[in-house]
């Protein structure tokens, strides 16, 4: 599964809509600056985080679903 280059392409939107600092911020479980750091070097492929990164977009889609009263 490429998954390393679908979070730089077709899931990108997806990824940087629930990686949102402000959103991170506020929800206060994660560190917002290595988060960030980490999504900045994988898209700028410096860097490959996606077995991290899939972990951090999973949970902030499961948070969001918790949220939501889903």
């Known amino acids: 599964v490429p998954l ?3 979070l730089r392409g077709e899931l ?3 990824g940087e809509a629930l ?3 402000d959103m991170l911020k506020r929800d206060g479980y994660l560190n917002v600056d290595l ?3 980490m999504w900045k070097e994988h898209q700028q492929g ?3 985080w996606h077995f991290q990164l899939w972990n ?5 889609n499961w948070l969001r679903s ?3 009263g889903s």
Do not use: C, H, M, Y
């Not at 951090?56 to 902030?60: A, S």
């Open 56 to 60: 951090i977009l999973i949970f902030q």
């Open 12 to 14: 990108r939107e997806w």
């Open 4 to 6: 390393g280059a679908w």
């Open 66 to 68: 918790q949220n939501s």
């Open 46 to 48: 410096v860097a490959d």
């Open 19 to 21: 990686i949102e600092p």
């Open 35 to 37: 988060v960030t750091k």
